[in-house]
């Protein structure tokens, strides 16, 4: 599940911090807000491509991350024993 979302010179977004509750999150706003800017992020971290136009204006680069949480024991499955974090 993803816990938080973290996101720095993406598009238009020059820095935000989404934390996520347990349960459904609803991401409503009006247009030009920014809600399809979170949904690139995730697909960025669930592996798109991305292009130059992601860099939001005056940066070098845009940074995206995430805290998910994970069932017991997924990364012992995964071969990643003894790890905290990805």
């Known amino acids: 599940m993803l816990r938080r979302l973290r996101i720095e010179t993406l598009v238009l977004i020059r820095e935000a911090d989404l934390e996520l509750g347990p349960g459904l999150n609803a991401i409503t ?8 800017i979170l949904a690139q992020a995730i697909g960025l971290l669930l592996g798109a491509k991305a292009d130059a136009s992601f860099v939001g204006p005056g940066a070098d680069e845009a940074y995206v991350e995430a805290e998910l949480d994970l069932p017991p024991g997924l990364l012992d499955e995964e071969g990643l024993e003894g790890l905290a974090e990805l």
Request: proline share 0%.
């Open 29 to 36: 706003g009006e247009t030009g807000a920014g809600k399809t």
